[in-house]
């Protein structure tokens, strides 16, 4: 039952550094998001996909890209990471209409 | 717009008190609301629902029920364990905007 997996879990760059955060799920869900969650502030929509093919903003994408790779894989770049993006960020799924959300354990992120 | 508004925290509680924590939602139509608890270390895992007013959701001894008159979803437990000490969150959805909204989330500590 792997169900929605990260990687990394945990990581430290420097400022103007790249990553790439993988999340893979295994339930065939169709729409896939990522968020982040940061103090006092609860999650936060990064980006998120529909489906397979498309990906849209959400509240607070900028300084981030995504890629919907397929009906599995939904990754989140940072192409020059600053401090503000020191946060833990999580990769949901759900099947569709109002379906439950279902998180990964999350990837905590580090910028120097 | 649609946002959720639930009590802040943190929160400690003897084992075997009541538990309350408040959460009202504002949002046009008919959302349905959610309770994510987040246990350390760990993601959001779905806790319990409710589509339509006047809905009770339950589970592991949790309740909410939708208010539609106080727009509220307040979730409730009549005697708290150390074991539920985490982070709850409630959540609304609203059919075509693909997303939940958060709340902030409260932390509940059960101290023995």
């Known amino acids: 039952n792997a169900g929605v997996t990260q990687t990394p879990k945990f990581q430290v760059l420097k400022t103007g550094q790249s990553m790439t955060l993988q999340c893979a799920q295994d339930?065939?869900?169709?729409?896939m998001y990522w968020y982040r969650q940061d103090p006092g502030m609860g999650l936060r929509l990064i980006y998120y996909?529909?489906?397979?093919?498309?990906?849209d903003k959400g509240e607070v994408p900028n300084g981030y890209n995504v890629s919907r790779l397929n009906k599995r894989e939904f990754s989140l770049r940072l192409e020059s990471a600053a401090p503000s993006q020191t946060s833990v960020y999580f990769c949901?799924?759900?099947?569709?209409?109002?379906?439950?959300?279902?998180f990964g354990e999350g990837s905590r992120l580090t910028v120097l | 717009g649609n946002s959720v508004t639930q009590m802040e925290g943190p929160v400690t509680l003897s084992e075997e008190a009541f538990l309350t924590i408040n959460c009202t939602y504002t949002?046009?139509?008919?959302?349905?609301l959610f309770w994510y608890v987040q246990y350390p270390g760990e993601g959001l895992q779905l806790l319990l629902k409710?589509?339509?007013?006047?809905d009770k959701g339950s589970n592991k001894g949790f309740e909410a029920t939708y208010r539609k008159e106080t727009t509220s979803f307040h979730l409730e437990k009549g005697s708290v364990q150390v074991s539920d000490s985490a982070v709850y969150f409630c959540?609304?959805?609203?059919?075509?905007?693909?997303?939940?909204?958060f709340g902030t989330g409260t932390r509940l500590t059960v101290i023995p």
């Open positions: 949901a799924s759900r099947v569709g209409g109002a379906g439950e959300l279902f």
């Open positions: 996909s529909a489906s397979e093919g498309t990906t």
């Open positions: 949002a046009t139509g008919y959302p349905s």
């Open positions: 409710a589509t339509k007013a006047d």
């Open positions: 959540a609304l959805f609203k059919t075509g905007a693909n997303n939940l909204f």
């Open positions: 339930m065939n869900h169709n729409s």
